[in-house]
């Protein structure tokens, strides 16, 4: 159970956060800055907002079983609701600079001067962690330890996944968007959620 909930996080969280403005602000922070810096940065940033989200996610696993696979199932569905609208979105803008997605992030950085140690370290922690508190990753992690009451596997793959993403991002992030669509992730990430919120209703109801 604790390394299924482990891999489910992990890969919950990648194709959730793959094409999300996580990416995005990523990319444009290590065009600023050190990609060290900024990985180191937005590490910190995930690692908090992923512990907050376990702590919120284990208060809410003792609830009663079957409210807490209700609300899990409903969150799974908004979530997958709210990446297809995103993947409509991303796929009619396509012909567009993916870039330009990352808004008051980017304009941030226009206006930052350039930054090296623990500077650029501090504006990538502050850019992340303004941009990803509330975001659907973080919603999706309460889900998810509520859900497999496994708060450490949870912590662990969903981490990971937003490490991963990141890394990515500033090693690879340019050519990547290139050859890979972001609706055709975000339909991917929609289609986990709808199975996780499937499987969660079934459990439910048996």
Aim: aromatic share 8%; net charge neutral.
């Amino acid at each position: 159970m604790e390394l299924s909930a482990l891999l489910v996080a992990f890969g919950t969280i990648f194709l959730v956060e793959l094409p999300d403005k996580t990416f995005l602000a990523t990319l444009v922070l290590s065009t600023r800055y050190r990609p060290l810096l900024v990985w180191i940065g937005v590490g910190l940033a995930f690692t908090v907002q992923t512990g907050v989200a376990v702590l919120l996610g284990s208060a809410a696993s003792f609830l009663p079983d079957d409210l807490v696979r209700g609300l899990a199932a409903a969150m799974f569905l908004v979530g997958a609701l709210l990446l297809l609208r995103e993947a409509r979105g991303a796929r009619r803008t396509a012909t567009g600079s993916q870039a330009d997605d990352t808004g008051d992030g980017a304009e941030f950085l226009e206006r930052a001067a350039p930054a090296t140690g623990l500077r650029a370290v501090g504006a990538s922690f502050v850019v992340l962690f303004a941009a990803e508190w509330g975001d659907l990753s973080q919603l999706l992690t309460i889900t998810l330890v509520a859900r497999y009451d496994a708060a450490l596997p949870v912590f662990v793959g969903a981490l990971g996944a937003l490490l991963t993403v990141s890394a990515l991002a500033v090693l690879v992030g340019r050519a990547l968007t290139r050859r890979v669509p972001l609706h055709a992730l975000m339909y991917g990430g929609a289609l986990v959620c709808l199975v996780l919120a499937a499987l969660t209703t079934y459990e439910l109801l048996a």
